[in-house]
């Protein structure tokens, strides 16, 4: 079975550029999860799908982030406009939603705002 | 909100000894506790839950777990290189969806 899929790997911006992260969840999973992972602030939670579904928006992240599930099988994290402070590793998770706890990470996508 | 702390931050073992990582929570009501291996440039991978007081083993992982102390320890026997890594411990609250991460611990293992 494929795992988690993000693309890009790497991505370089200039502040004030958007730039939009792409997940593919595991096939059949539920619930799917963007985190923010910063040696200084660790893993932070940005957004939270249960069935397509917005369950959780990232509180402090609301302003420049917005993730969307266009479809069951398709993720979008959309930051507008960059700030040199957005540099950090952008993570995908999903997980079956059916009780289970367990979380299904991608590779992550490495953002550098120049 | 939940808070979990990791310690220590770095730890460096030889080939072939055990190596202990403490995990402290906030919330003795909270639902299971997670250690994920995050390996450089990959995301974090679970290796082992508790739910229960006391200890669950697999292969050469043990936890232990005590609701009382607010207190989870990994340890890893026998470490290898490969281990090699930096390990997270996740906490669920009770009623919560939510998995709430420490701050990791740098795991080096010298051949």
């Known amino acids: 079975d494929a795992g988690v899929t993000q693309t890009p790997r790497h991505e370089v911006a200039e502040k004030g550029q958007t730039i939009i992260l792409k997940c593919e969840p595991v096939s059949g999973h539920n619930d799917l999860f963007w985190y923010r992972q910063t040696k200084i602030q660790g893993l932070e939670l940005l957004s939270y799908?249960?069935?397509?579904?917005?369950?959780?928006d990232g509180g402090a992240f609301k302003d420049r982030f917005k993730a969307e599930m266009l479809n069951s099988s398709f993720s979008t994290l959309k930051i507008q406009p960059t700030e040199p402070k957005d540099s950090a590793v952008y993570l995908c998770a999903s997980r079956p939603g059916t009780g289970e706890y367990e979380q299904y990470f991608g590779p992550g996508t490495r953002l550098t705002v120049l | 909100q939940e808070k979990v702390q990791q310690s220590p931050e770095s730890l460096i073992v030889p080939e072939g000894a055990m190596s202990s990582l403490n995990c402290t929570f906030s919330?003795?009501?909270?639902?299971s506790i997670w250690w994920y291996q995050q390996h450089p440039g990959k995301g974090p991978e679970a290796l082992i839950s508790i739910f229960s007081n006391g200890n669950k083993k697999e292969g050469r992982l043990t936890v232990y777990l005590n609701r009382a102390s607010l207190h989870v320890s990994l340890h890893i026997r026998d470490s290898q290189p490969s281990d090699s890594a930096v390990y997270l411990c996740?906490?669920?609250?009770?009623?919560?969806?939510?998995?709430?991460f420490g701050s990791g611990t740098q795991l080096t293992v010298m051949p």
């Open positions: 919330n003795s009501a909270s639902q």
């Open positions: 996740a906490v669920v609250s009770s009623g919560s969806w939510q998995l709430i």
């Open positions: 799908f249960r069935s397509k579904s917005l369950m959780e």
